[in-house]
């Protein structure tokens, strides 16, 4: 395993990945102010949804509308945990029962729910920003990929998860604090994540993170896995009749899209300072969709550089044209659907990169987004691949 991944890092483009590390660790620090930088640490945390939708609608076929339910229920359970650290006994002795989060009291809640005690320990809330959004995306997968659900029936389905998921945080007022949300988280293990100097950490962590993120999806990009993704989104019928279980490979892939997702939700969390229903429902879940389209659907780093230029214009526009925003966004939207079907890596590849060559005599080669002139020759190479009987996915 070890072998492979360091001639996966040897043989990958690391012209690219070197580019935006100098981007996010080096120049946005030095030009930004810490008001700004901030700001771009919490669009850092959004790619963190767009890498997963590469790798489930790009290179799965699977779309999700709902990928807003796995970020935000990373992000409650690390705001769980905080709201916690910040209602000790001390801190809320003018309530009338001290020692819960203050909504709680509010709600004539006099006792810590059983489902909030496990958040006490900071190594349990971790591993439950992995696992809870795993599992609820497992439970979500088998009901529907064991069925042959797909499609545009899967992505509306998921866009129910969202809505109803989002009613139920804000019914449950008493247990999860509402419309409002959580809200006033101070420290994490007695470390004030409020300064300036906390937000600066935590701005490089989350890039380390999104790093560690992208080398994990390109690992599955390069292996046998994305080529039986991209065959499966092409001919799926070829590759179940190869002996695999497409919807095994279907769960996987939705699985771990929702769990790097939630890893966003987490570092959204403790950027910004709270988690609430607004970032769960279907409109966050749309717009992490339009992230991943601007960027390319087929491209990692693509998916990146879509979420930090459409965050950008979000920011810029709706300061001047708060109104006029989500028409802009639906119609970015539709002009890159129509126009550029594989977004910016997709404008990269067919004219940019041409032209380096052209001027240079030579370019470094590009990432992973194929061009409608090579998807042919792909597609029957990943078939040809996949058509060597195996019983892996069963």
């Keep these: 395993m070890l072998t492979k991944a360091r001639d996966f890092l ?14 996010i660790f080096v120049i946005m620090p030095l030009t930004m102010d810490i008001f700004r930088l901030n700001l771009v640490g919490k669009y850092l945390t959004y790619a963190f949804v767009a890498l997963g939708l590469v790798l489930c609608w790009g290179y799965g076929g699977v779309l999700s509308l709902g990928q807003g339910v796995f970020f935000g229920l990373g992000g409650y359970c690390m705001a769980m945990y905080l709201k916690l650290q910040a209602s000790t006994p001390e801190l809320t002795a003018i309530q009338s029962t001290p020692g819960i989060p203050d909504f709680m009291d509010w709600n004539q809640i006099t006792e810590l729910p059983w489902f909030w005690e496990p958040f006490h320990s900071f190594a349990f809330t971790v591993l439950a920003v992995f696992i809870i959004p795993a599992i609820f995306a497992y439970i979500i997968g088998v009901a529907m990929f064991k069925r042959r659900v797909g499609g545009v029936y899967f992505a509306i389905i998921t866009q129910a998860v ?54 994990a999806s390109r690992y599955v990009v390069k292996s046998k896995l994305g ?30 899209a929702a769990a790097i997702s939630a890893v966003g939700g987490a570092m959204f969390t403790l950027q910004v300072g ?10 966050p879940s749309i717009e992490m969709v339009i992230f991943c389209a601007v960027g390319g659907r087929l491209s990692i780093l693509g998916a990146i550089y ?12 709706s300061e001047s044209f708060p109104e006029l925003w989500l028409f802009a966004m639906g119609a970015l939207f539709i002009g890159v659907v129509m126009a550029f079907p594989n977004g910016i890596a997709g404008v990269y590849q067919s004219h940019i990169s ?25 597609v029957e190479s990943n078939e040809a691949q996949v058509k060597e009987p195996s019983h892996a996915g069963n």
């Excluded at 070829?238 to 497409?246: A, L």
């Design 306 to 317: 879509g979420t930090l230029i459409v965050n950008f214009a979000k920011t810029t526009f």
């Design 274 to 283: 709270f988690m609430s229903p607004s970032f769960v429902g279907i409109v």
């Design 354 to 378: 041409p032209w380096l060559a052209k001027k240079f005599g030579s370019t470094p080669k590009d990432e992973e987004t194929p061009t409608m002139a090579t998807k042919k020759h792909s």
């Design 10 to 23: 040897m043989k990958g483009d690391i012209t690219h990945l070197i580019i935006l590390a100098a981007i």
């Design 227 to 256: 080529r039986l993704l991209v065959a499966m989104r092409e001919r799926e019928d070829r590759v179940r009749f190869s002996g695999y279980d497409v919807s095994n490979f279907k769960i996987f892939i939705f699985c771990l």
């Design 162 to 215: 969202a809505a109803i998921l989002t009613i139920l945080i804000i019914g449950q007022q008493g247990y999860t604090g509402g419309v409002n949300g959580i809200t006033d988280l101070r420290t994490l293990n007695g470390w004030d994540i409020r300064t300036d100097e906390a937000k600066y950490v935590l701005y490089f962590i989350n890039g380390l993170l999104l790093f560690g993120a992208i080398f």
